[in-house]
């Protein structure tokens, strides 16, 4: 089995910062890509940044320059330092992985649970 778990997420002002943690652990072999998502209430679960395991980054346009996505391979951590935050950062985020695990060959994508970010004065 595989398990992600994220930690970080909280209650911040506008303008404030937080640093969201996710850890796989389990019966890993390799991790590809990891990213997270943002789900708003009422909306659709969106991309926020990804980053491959050699290290190249996407961002959502709208977190470009506020966010900072890394990863620590040799712990199967991902995080997301987050910046300048605004209300209309307010959402679950989940964390996700491409694993392939030991002894088999094909890689699957893996969710945490999310963890509540909350932006208000």
């Known amino acids: 089995q595989v398990q992600l778990v994220e930690s970080g997420g909280g209650l911040v002002q506008p303008g404030g910062s937080l640093r969201l943690s996710c850890a796989a652990s389990?019966?890993?072999?390799?991790?590809?890509?990891m990213g997270w998502y943002r789900q708003a209430p009422g909306k659709q679960r969106d991309l926020v940044a990804t980053i491959t395991s050699g290290g190249s980054t996407v961002y959502a346009d709208s977190v470009k320059g506020r966010f900072t996505i890394s990863r620590d391979n040799a712990k199967n951590t991902v995080y997301l330092q987050m910046n300048s935050l605004k209300p209309e950062d307010t959402a679950v985020y989940y964390c996700n992985a491409d694993i392939i695990r030991k002894y088999y060959s094909t890689a699957y994508v893996y969710w945490g649970q999310g963890t509540q970010v909350t932006v208000s004065s």
């Open positions: 389990g019966n890993i072999f390799k991790i590809n890509a």
